[in-house]
């Protein structure tokens, strides 16, 4: 059974930081794609990063690129994001995402999501 889970959601003050992490499970992880998305209030799911199947290539929204670095543990199952420098729009409730060998966006399993705020 696929697992996804993310945690380390969590208030932080604009300028601060966080770390995400998704944990997984029942399936070849460092066979796939993995991403980070996120939701805000009022809007459409974004496509914040994604790693490919060995760590070695990354790709970044333009909004977080230079503040957020994603990392993924090929022994460990895990995915992680390092936000820095965080502002107010980065307020979302953040999502891990499965893709496959091939596509990070053909997404066939979330987790449930973790929510980030962002203020003093």
């Known amino acids: 059974q696929v697992q996804v889970v993310e945690s380390g959601g969590d208030l932080a003050q604009p300028g601060g930081s966080l770390r995400l992490s998704c944990a997984t499970s029942g399936f070849g992880f460092r066979d796939v794609y993995m991403s980070w998305t996120r939701r805000a209030p009022g809007k459409g799911l974004e496509w914040v990063s994604y790693v490919n199947l060995d760590g070695s290539d990354t790709w970044y929204a333009d909004s977080v690129k230079g503040r957020f670095n994603i990392v993924r543990d090929n022994v460990d199952n895990a995915l992680y994001l390092q936000m820095n420098n965080l502002k107010p729009e980065d307020a979302a409730v953040y999502y891990c995402?499965?893709?496959?060998?091939?596509?990070?966006?053909?997404?066939?399993?979330w987790g449930p999501g973790t929510q980030v705020d962002v203020g003093s």
């Open positions: 995402a499965k893709g496959n060998k091939w596509n990070p966006r053909e997404v066939d399993s």
